[in-house]
């Protein structure tokens, strides 16, 4: 019987004489010569022991490739491998040639001692004339099965998609089936092109991926919360270089993971990221010409409709404008403005902002929104303030985006060589630029709910939003959040997105027992500018530069007492 018939060796009753031995081990070495394990593209799966075999025989065993055409990899931005795939070998066994099954098992255990013996025994009776013990073995593990001599084995090449960075950019990356065909994220999206040998470029950046997990890993574990997400985006070409689901995991194991964590909260999962939702409304107002940039709206009171009543956490006693409304997150403010503007403006922004279909970012992944479309009153002012719409992080990113970038429309890409700009004019430059003062009054005034995410030098902008959790069986849970933070930086120019959400996070003795957005997501994003902002090489600027106010309009911001200006 042929145990190798890939590499056509004859090792039949190999070891009932020694120098059949002496043989095998002429044909082993004829092997090594030719056979190899490492290039550029693999990666060493074990030392081959010296003590037979030549330094030239152990060279080549290190430094020589297959030629076969491989799965493509896939890279980061900067030519980083986040996936690739390495040749390996396999042992297997044909039964109905083992002479001796106890004699069989005890040489496999003494190479292999965790296979168990048990387990060995029933696959030696078994009545199939192939059997696989392991998907992989080492070329060590080789050379020894080829000096102990075990009949009925065959060893088949076959080949493994590995994840150098483990649980790095998992969600992003997907994975593959045992056969190698590609069952989630870019390894399904361009499936076909991968298996040809063609490797792709994303627009992910490795270190900035790590940092973005790193910060929002630490405050997911510090507010005990049940997961978030992070996303990092280019504000003017769509280009995504971190995007963040926690939990996550090691994509070397994505058929071994719970569905639970494989589950895409940045890309897939839609939530009513709430007071996030008043930029689109503010941008919706300035836009529409059917409100008066001065004219103000009387929040003092709640405000009930139908059924419904709506209030403010902080209230007010007197009527504010919208750069107030923002910077003071007022649900009654934000309630009265949509109401003017109406739900048919209200949802053909909506459309046009993408926030009523699913994105076209390069992986299965995405979830489509669920945004109540009666068009009644009470609908038009809930969804205002982020109640009533359900979208994913990754729309929130791009509608920021879009606001930002002088109002053209923003789509988010995972690819590098792609630039996501339809030259589509959304809202006019003028509320644009509305937009990017008031939301950097959100993080710079004293007033804003985003103050603990201000970085000097940096000019961040943003909003914060807090939302009651929706409970799968009706309504809602009355003690359980979604906290998110959107916003760019720096507002005078606007480079980057960030957008951050956090599951359920729990109020803490060193927060007061806040679990608000304000003090669970705006202090990432702080942490998170800081540390990358080098790498992305925008630089801080002095408040005293004549760029620093440049493009930002100064609006004045009262507080408790109405009378108090900044």
Known sequence: MKIFDFFDIDLTNFNHSK?????????????????????????????????????????????????????????????NILATTINTLSLNINPQEVLNKKETIAKLILIFPNLNSEKLLKKLNSNKKHINLLREISPKDYIRLLQIGIEGLKIQKSTKRIYPNNSLASHILGGTDIDGKGIAGIEKKFDSQLQ??????????????????????????????????????????????????????????????????????????????????????????????????????????????????????????????????????????????????GPSIQLKYLRSLGLMNILSLEIPELGKPQVIMDKKVLSTMTISYGHGISITPMHLSSATATIVNNGIKVNPTLLLDKTSIENLKIISRETSMKMKSIMRLVVSNKYGTAKKAEVAGYLIGGKTGTAEKINPNGGYFKKKNIVAFTGAFPMNDPQFIITIMIDNPKGQRFSHGYRTAGWVAAPVVKRLVTRIAPILGVKPQLESSSKFSKNLLNYKIRGKNKGANL
């Open 19 to 79: 120098s059949r031995k002496i043989k095998l081990l002429v044909c082993s070495l004829i092997f090594v010569i030719s056979f190899t394990t490492i290039g550029y593209r693999t990666i060493t799966l074990a030392s081959v022991k010296k003590d037979n075999l030549s330094k030239t025989v152990n060279k080549k065993i290190e430094t020589r490739t297959f030629k076969e055409n491989l799965r493509g990899n896939i890279y980061d931005r900067n030519n």
């Open 196 to 341: 040809e040998g063609e490797s792709i470029n994303l627009s992910i950046h490795s270190g900035i991926q790590h940092i973005t997990k790193k910060l929002l890993s630490d405050q997911i574990t510090r507010f005990e919360a049940e997961g978030g997400a992070g996303i990092v985006m280019n504000a003017k070409n769509g280009q995504v270089y971190s995007i963040v689901s926690l939990p996550d995991y090691n994509a070397n194991n994505y058929n071994k993971t719970l569905s639970k964590k494989l589950f895409n909260k940045a890309t897939k999962g839609i939530y009513e990221l709430g007071s996030t939702l008043k930029l689109i409304t503010a941008a919706i107002a300035f836009e529409s010409k059917l409100i008066n940039e001065n004219e103000v709206f009387d929040v003092s009171k709640p405000l009930r409709v139908s059924s419904r009543i709506i209030s403010d956490f902080h209230p007010l006693g007197y009527a504010i404008n919208i750069p107030e409304v923002i910077v003071h997150s007022s649900n009654i403010g934000s309630a009265k403005i949509a109401e003017k503007f």
